[in-house]
């Protein structure tokens, strides 16, 4: 039954109750962040939620404070992790009159990936596979190789991964 419960809400151990309450409250009862198929924070907020496709165990939004604008959609793999305060920007607008959007790529990012708190990504960006972001970066480039460590304004590969441990753990860790 605690399965069933879990699979039907997206419920993860070790989650308060409250979060999930408080979750059906503000989608469910108050319509807020309703595009999303997921739970999310009271506090973020998720523009085109439609528009997101998310991978197993991914929950984009469930951290305080992360906005999240879909506008030209957002890929998210599996097994990745928003800290919060986090802004996933796939739109922009025209510089001279700001009420024209301009089309983008969408925003990718691969699984077992973790985006840190205070990160900006801009429209287009590509992260790869086991990228890690660091806390207040503004990532306005592709990483599509992964298996690093990027930071900084704007931001850059400040480490590489052990791309045979990476894998290692995936296959062992399979969730």
Known sequence: MKRLIRKLFGWREGTPFSFYLTDFVFRKVLRQNASARWPVHFTSTIH???????????????SPNNYINAANGIEIGSYTNLGP????ISANHDAVDNSVSIPAEPIRIGAYSWIGSQVVVLPGVQLGEFTIVG?????????????????????????????????????????
Request: some cysteine.
């Open 135 to 175: 806390a207040g970066a503004v990532v306005t480039k592709s990483f599509t190789e992964g298996y690093c460590v990027i930071a900084g304004n704007p931001a850059r590969i400040i480490k590489s991964l052990d791309k045979e441990k990476c894998l290692a753990f995936a296959r062992e860790n399979p969730k």
């Open 48 to 62: 085109n939620g439609e528009r997101i496709t998310v991978g197993k165990d991914t929950y984009p939004g469930d």
């Open 85 to 88: 305060n986090v802004s996933l």
